[in-house]
């Protein structure tokens, strides 16, 4: 069984710049989601995709947006880059539907905007 | 989803119990409570969660007191391993948004030789 894996690892960017970050959810898992988390907080839901829909958002702008793919993968692309976007993007999986579903993380996509 | 306090930091003795307390005095009656910890550079890692009644796993036990208003996430034999920030989230499993979990800042356990 494999876990979330999530690309890249580190990434640079600029400010007004785009960028696109992606996640593998874990086997058997059919529901994504993504969450921001800055330095010295805890992490903030973004918004979540099932079935290649978003079905749930947290409260960040629409240049946070994403995509879900039949295999259950996920992008998250941000356009428009602030220097306040620097942080740790975390995705993360679950099967939906579930009572008392748990999420499975990924290490995460450490993200500078210069 | 209702809102937790935890402590900011604890100590405990490799091999002594760490025992987390968690108020959600405004939690609803289908909120469960779950725990997460984050160990540096890593995601979230799920540790357990209840609704009513207490629940033990192979990483921890979480005690719920009979009104719901708090918790406490005991570590049994902590080690330098379990040294991380523990996250103590209410969420209401039974909505469409099921994986939209409200983090804190946490309680930071260091765990001390």
């Known amino acids: 069984e494999t876990g979330v894996t999530q690309s890249p690892t580190h990434l640079i960017k600029t400010r007004g710049q785009q960028v696109t970050l992606r996640c593998s959810s874990q086997?058997?898992?059919?529901?994504v989601s993504w969450y921001q988390q800055a330095l010295g907080q805890g992490p903030q839901f973004i918004f979540q995709?099932?079935?290649?829909?978003?079905?749930g958002r947290g409260n960040f702008p629409p240049r946070f947006s994403g995509l879900q793919f039949p295999n259950y993968s996920s992008e998250l692309n941000v356009n428009a880059l602030e220097l306040d976007d620097s942080a740790l993007y975390l995705c993360?999986?679950?099967?939906?539907?579930?009572?008392?579903?748990?999420?499975?993380f990924g290490s995460g996509t450490q993200l500078s905007v210069l | 989803d209702a809102k937790t306090t935890q402590p900011p930091s604890m100590d405990c003795a490799e091999g002594r119990a760490a025992n987390l307390p968690c108020n959600h005095s405004?939690?609803?009656?289908?909120?469960?409570v779950y725990w997460y910890r984050q160990i540096h550079s890593q995601g979230p890692q799920y540790i357990i969660h209840?609704?009513?009644n207490n629940e033990t796993n192979e990483m921890a036990s979480l005690i719920i007191t009979e009104d719901r208003k708090s918790s406490t996430l005991i570590l049994p034999h902590a080690t330098l391993r379990d040294t991380a920030v523990y996250y103590c989230?209410?969420?209401?499993?039974?909505?469409?948004?099921?994986?939209?979990?409200?983090f804190g800042t946490g309680t930071r356990l260091q765990v001390t030789l």
């Open positions: 405004t939690i609803s009656g289908n909120e469960y």
């Open positions: 086997s058997g898992h059919n529901t």
């Open positions: 989230i209410v969420s209401d499993s039974n909505t469409g948004t099921a994986s939209k979990l409200t």
């Open positions: 995709y099932y079935r290649e829909e978003e079905n």
């Open positions: 993360a999986s679950s099967r939906q539907g579930r009572v008392g579903e748990k999420l499975f």
């Open positions: 209840g609704l009513k």
